[in-house]
Structure formats: structure tokens, C-alpha cells
DNA sequence: GCCGTTTTCGGCCCGACTGTTTTCAGTCG
């Protein structure tokens, strides 16, 4: 029972009170716990065991009795008297754009869908036989939507297509390009997701500052890689890439463009906890501005920017918006309702890492051929301290995959690892025009049996050792929990790269007993990884913030395989950012010779 | 159903857009 599987009995149970017109609170309360479920990176099972379950933002007394009834007997005799008697055919229907509780519903009743396995082509069937439109409160309009979601469903796009950062990314700025060509454009912005720089990108949101509305909506929607426009008014338009991918727009008069800066860069709980607290401060929360309730000025009146006609304080500025509720301004990696918002109040809000803080990274793969047990980089040393140079880097690391085990004997991996040594020296010694310092490392395969892939007498000819995992990923926690222990527990291995082994949206990452990884970590000055790679971003921003408050050292390196992708350490910076690190959590930000000291060379 | 630096009871965010409606319900962010 994975949060996941317990989301989707949850999201039932929310279908249900939806359509019985429940009270809302309720439902929002469920919903919170979903949304806190699937933001988790502990499963709710593990901390049910040790009796933390109510530690879960948003689980009460009666959500916990539930999942408890849950972890115990395998079911909650509520729910299912909930569930029987509703149609299981309506659940698999809420997934498809357009459709939620009360329609689905009414559409899996009305039209005897009894199957849920075959309730998408079922109600195809039904729509294309012109059964929908003839339905009270259907009509041919919302038959015909309907029946393009469902083929957009069948192809494979859910409501949800999450796309990783950088795609998103060089999505926006197309239509950032496009929208520039536009001359009623003054300000163009990402923000969503995008400007929280999450791991993975729902909806591309934009917002434009514009005194022509209407001409910009008009060129956006006229976009000439999109394949539909979803939805269009005055305030802002919605359309459908080519790849399935959502692009909402919004459009703000300039001199609100701040409150709509801050609406549209959400997260959703995050401006829903800021306007729980503006309504104790009297206040109303919009993208448009803030709004005295009751019409009464408050005594911030004699500020400027109050507009008289529409009762409502305007904002040009994101900071000024935060400042008038009385808080700093919250960097957007953090609006996601942890804390942020108290400490913004409080003025401890965390200083975030920056680039510019960054001195060096460690795990970069060359070209130079040791045959490794693992792919190849593409780039040579030099190429990659040019790089390193003019980023202005003090230092890099070497971490080219260990020699394969299976093709050498351990005598031939001690020359093979001394003969590289020889000659990552021979380029550094001869590349004197660079300032960045070399340290030679290697990225060491943890074998099953918590063993290093390399004999102990080639770590003579290394620094430092990344220790990681590449094979045999199914262990259960326990084991792998001892088997990465057993492999850090080396003097030489110093970090631990990739810690859960996940490929977003590809592989889901093996678990492990974080308590003891990082009271190991702490104890013996072991660093974990933040892998900068898209695919990867591992650890995950709220693994991130556990370590720190844990006391465990986090790096941030690139893994790259190839010169250029040593640019996508912003990827593991945004990361860090979104785990509230400073500069003082991260190893790599620390000169070269304390990073030396740390390292015991 | 949850929660507390105004509360253990009485609150709980704000708005846009669409289709099918004669004033609104459903869905979405």
C-alpha cells in the first residue's frame, strides 16, 4: 500500500463527497492530504509504523483511523460502503480532461456503463453515437468536447502530462519568442511551476503585461504550434501544444502586474494559507491586488498605489504585494505552504545557494578510455577545465565508472587506474593556462554484497571516491540500507551519488532507512548527492530539506557525460533551492582548500 | 475533517471560463 495506491482510494472518496454536496471543508480536507501524500517522500506506511502518521500535513484523528484500518486489514469498511453505491466505471472517467464527479457520474449512470476497465471506449462508443448530446445538461458542443478529450486520453494524455524541467523550459521560451514579436507585450514572464523550477512541469504558465489585452490574447491564440485552444476571454487563453503539453496565459494590466507576478506563480497552498492570513488582516487576496473587505480603508491608506474606483490596493511589484501583508519576499523555489509563509513573517527566511556560490562539482566523465563497467564520457580533460575555467571554477572532480570487474583481473585494474592517474597529471601539468584545480576521483559501483568495485590497493592512485548504485536495484530497504552503509563506509568513499536511484518518470527509486543513512552520513562526514541531471534530480527537493535538518553535507554535481552538460548544475541548484539549502549545506560551495581538507587528501 | 500568537468551537481563498442555461452548475487553477 503506497501513497499512491492510498491517493487513488482518497481521490474516491473525494469524487463521492463531491457529487453528494458534502460539506466542502471536508472534501478540502481530503484533498489536502492527498496533496501532502503525493508531495511526501517518506511513504505514510513506514511513518504509520512508528506511530507518526498525524505528522502528516492535513491527517487528523479520523483521516488516520482510516489509513490505520487501511494499513491493518487491507480496506476501510467506510469506504467501502461509500463506494457501493456508486458506479466503479465513473472513477476511470475523472481522469479525462473536462470530466469530473458530477459528470462522470451522470454520464457512467445514465449511460449504463458498467465495465470500468472498458468505461473510456464505452463512452466513446456512446458519444460517437450521438447518445451524450441528446443528455439533460449536454448539448452537441460538449459531446464533440468530449469526445476529443477521450481521444487525447487514448493517446496517452492523461490531465496530467508532467514533462521535465528543461523541455518546459525550452517550450516557454518559443512562445516567450513568439509572444516578443508582439509589440503590445511589455512584460512576459514564466511562472507556475516553471518559476518554482519543480522537478517536473504540469502546465506551461506565462503571464503578460500589456494595456492591450485583447491584442495579445489574439496573438497568443493564433500560436502556430498549437493544435487547440482549450479556452479564451478577457482575462486570459489556454491552448494545447502540438506534444499535448497546456499553455495558460494570463494578461495583467502593468500596474497590477505585481499581484498577478504572485497569484500565478502559486503554488496553490501556498496563496491559499496567504489568504487565510490577509482575512485576518482584513484584507482579500486576488490577482488583481489586495482589497480591504467591507470597503473600509485600512490605516496602510496612505500608501500610494490604493485605487479608488475599484476599492482595491494595485501592485506593480511582487515585494511590495509580500510587504503590505506584513512579510519578505518569499523566493519562488519555497511557495509551496511548508513554512515558508511563517518564516517570511518572522524574517528567517532561508538565504538560498545562488550560481554564483557554486566553486566546483565532482562527478564529471571524460573520454579518457579506463574500460569501465559504465558509459563512456565523450569529452576530453581539457576540454572540460577550459569549461570549469570559464565558468570560473576553482576545482573539479574527475569520476570517470570504475574499470569493469568482469573483463580485468584486479592486477589489471591497479595499472589501469595508475596509468590514468599518470596521465590526468600529464594534461593538468600542461594546461597551466587554467586556475582550476583537479581532483581525481571515480565513480565506484557499490556491488550487491555492499562491496566496492575496485581493489582495495588501486585507491591509492584516487583522491576520492563517488560511491553509487548500478545494479540489482530490487533489494528491499533493509538490505540496500546496509549494502550503500557497508559501501560508504570505505575512508575513501566521500559521497554518495544518485542516493535512490530514480529516473523520473521511468523508475521509481529503491528505499531506503534514511534515519541511518543520514546519522551515518553525519557521524562519519559523508556528503549526498543532489545529481543535477533532469532525468535524475536525486535526492528530491524534500529529501533534501530532511538531510539538512539532519545535518548531513549535500554536492551538487552535474554526472556529466559531455562538456556542455556541465551547464545543467542550475537543474541540481534549483533543487537545493527548493530543500531550502544556504551555501553552508552545500560541500561544493566551499573553497578549494577546505574542500581538500574535508576530503582528507 | 482540520486546526489554534485573536479560537478546543467556529471558522475555513478567490476567480475565470464554458455550455446550457434564462441565472447557473461544473470544472479548473
Not at 501524500?37 to 509504523?49: G, H, Q, T
Not at 453505491?85 to 462522470?104: I, N, Q, T
Not at 504558465?205 to 494595456?211: E, F, R
Not at 583522491?463 to 528491499?476: G, T
Request: aromatic residues 8%; hydrophobic residues 35%.
Amino acid at each position: 500500500m503506497t501513497n499512491k495506491d492510498i491517493c487513488m482510494l482518497l481521490k474516491k472518496v473525494v469524487a463521492i463527497y463531491t457529487l453528494r454536496g458534502e460539506n466542502r471543508f471536508r472534501i478540502i480536507a481530503y484533498e489536502r492530504t492527498i496533496e501532502s501524500l503525493e508531495k511526501s517522500p517518506f511513504e505514510a506506511k513506514d511513518l504509520w509504523k512508528e506511530g507518526r502518521l498525524m505528522e502528516i500535513n492535513g491527517i487528523g484523528q479520523t483521516i488516520s483511523a482510516h489509513l490505520d484500518e487501511l494499513f491493518r486489514i487491507g480496506k476501510v469498511e467506510y469506504f467501502e460502503e461509500l463506494f457501493s453505491h456508486y458506479p466503479d466505471s465513473m472513477f476511470p472517467l475523472l481522469e479525462v480532461a473536462g470530466l469530473g464527479p458530477k459528470k462522470a457520474y451522470y454520464l457512467a449512470d445514465k449511460l449504463r456503463l458498467k465495465d470500468p476497465t472498458t468505461a473510456i471506449e464505452d463512452l466513446l462508443k456512446a458519444a460517437y453515437a450521438d447518445k451524450i448530446a441528446k443528455l439533460e445538461g449536454f448539448g452537441s458542443k460538449s459531446q464533440s468536447d468530449i469526445i476529443d478529450a477521450l481521444e487525447r486520453f487514448r493517446e496517452g494524455q492523461k490531465k496530467e502530462v508532467r514533462i521535465s524541467l528543461p523541455l518546459a523550459e525550452g517550450l516557454a521560451q518559443k512562445i516567450i519568442d513568439y509572444l516578443n514579436e508582439c509589440s503590445a507585450c511589455s512584460e512576459i514572464f514564466p511562472l507556475g511551476s516553471l518559476r518554482r523550477q519543480l522537478s517536473t512541469i504540469g502546465d506551461i504558465d506565462l503571464a503578460v503585461a500589456t494595456n492591450k489585452p485583447q491584442t495579445v490574447l489574439d496573438w497568443f491564440t493564433a500560436y502556430p504550434h498549437k493544435s487547440k485552444v482549450i479556452e479564451s476571454g478577457p482575462a486570459g487563453a489556454t491552448i494545447i501544444l502540438s506534444g499535448g503539453q497546456h499553455v495558460d496565459l494570463r494578461v495583467q494590466d502593468p500596474t497590477s502586474f505585481g499581484s498577478m507576478l504572485q497569484y500565478f506563480t502559486g503554488s496553490k497552498h501556498h496563496n491559499i494559507h496567504l489568504r487565510e492570513i490577509a482575512i485576518k488582516q482584513g484584507l482579500s487576496l486576488s490577482e488583481y491586488g489586495i482589497k480591504p473587505i467591507n470597503k473600509i480603508r485600512n490605516s496602510k491608506s496612505e500608501i500610494r498605489n490604493y485605487n479608488d474606483k475599484k476599492n482595491l490596493y494595485e501592485f506593480a511589484k511582487e515585494k511590495d504585494y509580500y510587504r503590505f501583508l506584513g512579510l519578505e519576499w518569499i523566493p519562488p523555489e519555497l511557495r509551496e505552504d511548508n513554512g515558508e509563509i511563517e518564516a517570511a513573517k518572522n524574517h528567517n527566511l532561508p538565504l538560498l545557494i545562488e550560481k554564483k556560490d557554486i566553486k566546483g562539482e565532482f562527478h564529471i566523465h571524460t573520454s579518457y578510455n579506463l574500460e569501465p563497467s559504465h558509459d563512456l564520457g565523450l569529452s576530453d580533460l581539457k576540454t572540460i577545465l577550459l569549461k570549469a575555467d570559464s565558468l570560473g571554477y576553482e576545482y573539479i572532480g574527475i569520476s570517470d565508472h570504475n574499470p569493469s570487474k568482469t573483463h580485468h583481473t584486479e592486477s589489471e585494474i591497479i595499472s589501469i587506474m595508475k596509468a590514468r592517474k599518470y596521465y590526468y597529471e600529464q594534461i593538468k601539468a600542461s594546461n597551466k593556462n587554467t586556475r582550476v584545480n583537479l581532483f581525481i576521483m571515480l565513480e565506484t559501483d557499490i556491488l550487491t554484497n555492499g562491496e566496492l568495485a575496485l581493489p582495495n590497493d588501486a585507491f591509492e592512485y584516487i583522491d576520492a571516491s563517488i560511491v553509487s548504485i548500478h545494479s540489482n536495484f530490487n533489494m528491499n530497504k533493509v538490505e540496500m540500507t546496509d549494502r550503500i552503509l557497508k559501501g560508504l563506509s570505505h575512508p575513501k568513499a566521500k559521497m554518495l551519488a544518485h542516493p535512490t536511484g530514480r529516473l523520473i518518470n521511468k523508475r521509481a527509486g529503491y528505499d531506503l532507512d534514511w534515519q541511518k543513512i543520514f546519522s551515518f552520513c553525519r557521524i562519519n562526514d559523508k556528503a549526498l548527492e543532489i545529481n543535477s541531471f533532469p532525468d535524475r534530480l536525486d535526492l528530491s527537493d524534500m529529501m533534501v530539506r530532511e538531510a539538512i535538518k539532519n545535518q548531513v553535507k549535500l554536492v551538487i554535481n552535474t554526472d556529466s557525460h559531455e562538456v556542455s552538460q556541465i551547464d545543467l548544475i542550475k537543474y541540481g541548484i534549483s533543487v537545493a533551492r527548493r530543500g531550502w539549502s544556504t551555501k553552508a549545506d552545500i560541500l561544493n560551495c566551499m573553497p578549494y582548500n577546505k574542500v581538500k581538507e574535508w576530503l582528507k587528501i
